[in-house]
């Protein structure tokens, strides 16, 4: 079973943004862990800027800020 990479509070950018809105974020803090689904784990996300939540697959996400 594929385990979570990213923890709460990191901060995640979204791979792609093809088909979102253009008022929609591109950068999100993980707010939570959420169970696997279709191989990948998932989170639900939140950009307090904007004030916007959202879920998305781990393989949908990138660390922003790593060393």
């Known amino acids: 079973m594929a385990s979570h990479?990213?923890?709460?509070?990191?901060?995640?950018?979204l791979v792609s943004t093809q088909g979102l809105s253009p008022a929609?974020?591109?950068?999100?803090?993980?707010?939570a862990p959420m169970p696997v689904y279709q191989d990948s784990p998932q989170y639900k996300?939140?950009?307090?800027?904007?004030?916007?939540?959202?879920?998305?697959?781990?393989r949908d996400l990138e660390a922003v800020g790593t060393v």
């Open 45 to 58: 996300l939140w950009n307090a800027e904007l004030h916007q939540g959202r879920v998305a697959l781990e």
């Open 24 to 31: 929609a974020a591109v950068t999100y803090t993980i707010a």
């Open 5 to 13: 990479r990213f923890t709460i509070g990191q901060m995640v950018r």
